[in-house]
């Protein structure tokens, strides 16, 4: 091969590589989202115990927030805690899944990732941040029902799977989910 074609094979190489990388990950397809709205429409579950589910079932039940304490503290993923990052701690959804919390009272919702373990309050299905209690509006109460649809789930497999939330957001939210959760799962 001549040192003139090996230069244009090494530019296109280099052209082309970058943008198979950069490509977004494939939409998700129509028995994912078919899943996604029958689990929307079956009624959120109240965990029992600490056994991680991956089934993308909404849960139920109350919700609390990380006091000052914990600023900077290691969390179970490795990362340090950010009192003003949308994350969240759940004793049974994967470390890694995206949620839309809804506070019951109000109606406000949140969505948060999951980067903790905890609370280890019976009743009590997540710890917020600080921010995403103003967010939900409950911080004078400090404890308030509500609903967790997880949006993305990561799965044993590498693989992630539309959970219940993602029936109710639109496909912008879905891809962004599907990014994040992907992304905590390297």
């Not at 009624?43 to 304490?69: C, F, L, Q, T």
């Not at 969390?75 to 003003?84: E, Q, Y």
């Not at 799965?155 to 891809?175: I, R, Y």
């Not at 989910?177 to 992907?182: D, I, P």
């Amino acid at each position: 091969m001549s040192p003139l074609r090996w230069a244009v094979a090494i530019v296109l190489a280099l052209n082309i590589a970058p943008a198979a990388r950069a490509a977004p990950p494939p939409a998700p397809t129509q028995a994912a989202q078919k899943e996604a709205q029958r689990l929307a429409h079956l009624p959120p579950v109240v965990p029992y115990g600490s056994r991680i589910d991956h089934s993308g079932r909404a849960e139920k039940g109350r919700v609390s927030y990380y006091g000052r304490w914990f600023d900077n503290r290691k969390m179970a993923d490795g990362k340090r805690f950010n009192p003003n990052a949308n994350i969240a701690a759940s004793k049974t959804l994967p470390l890694g899944t995206t949620a839309k919390v809804t506070n019951l009272r109000n109606g406000k919702t949140a969505t948060v990732q999951v980067e903790d373990r905890g609370p280890w309050i019976r009743g009590r299905v997540v710890d917020v941040t600080p921010k995403v209690a103003n967010e939900l509006d409950f911080r004078k109460q400090g404890v308030v029902p509500v609903v967790v649809a997880p949006i993305t789930v990561p799965q044993p497999d590498g693989a992630v799977k539309l959970g219940a939330g993602a029936a109710n957001v639109s496909p912008q939210e879905v891809e962004k989910a599907t990014q994040e959760t992907e992304a905590a799962a390297r």
